[in-house]
């Protein structure tokens, strides 16, 4: 791969967690309920944590990336996408948030599977897996918090 499509490619993503993370601060800024605006600024340092990685990634260009991908529980499949309110409910703005990450994860992998470059093949793949082990994170949170267990 050469050095300015490398380079490219990871601006783009370190773009799409700036987006990320104006959306989560945006959203955390304008809910009222306590626990969700918690969540949203957690989400918005998670993303802020990712464009810093990425930065450090381009620093370092050769650097191999290493993500496990994380389970999938589809969760996402059953959910409607909420509006933005101000009076979101906490499981709607976790809808919002798991269906944000599922974007950039299916955004990723398309643009893996497009590619007929090995190394940008494995650099996609990482991005998708590290969306995806955050979209894990709040479909764990939606699950428990929608589905609590009754003792």
Do not use: C
Request: aromatic share 10%; charged share 30%.
């Amino acid at each position: 791969m050469k050095s300015e499509d490398f380079k490219k490619i990871i601006s783009m993503a370190i773009d799409r967690e700036v987006e990320a993370y104006t959306f989560y601060k945006t959203v955390s800024d304008k809910v009222k309920d306590k626990n969700l605006k918690t969540i949203f600024t957690e989400l918005a340092g998670e993303e802020k944590k990712h464009r810093e990685f990425l930065q450090d990634f381009l620093a370092k260009e050769g650097k191999t990336m290493k993500f496990t991908a994380a389970p999938d529980y589809k969760v996402y499949t059953t959910l409607q996408t909420p509006p933005i309110t101000p009076d979101m409910k906490p499981l709607e703005g976790l809808t919002l948030a798991i269906k944000k990450e599922l974007e950039a994860m299916q955004m990723y992998t398309r643009l893996a599977t497009a590619s007929s470059d090995p190394q940008q093949q494995m650099l996609f793949t990482g991005l998708a897996n590290m969306e995806s082990t955050h979209k894990a994170r709040l479909e764990d949170i939606y699950v428990n918090m929608a589905f609590p267990e009754a003792w």
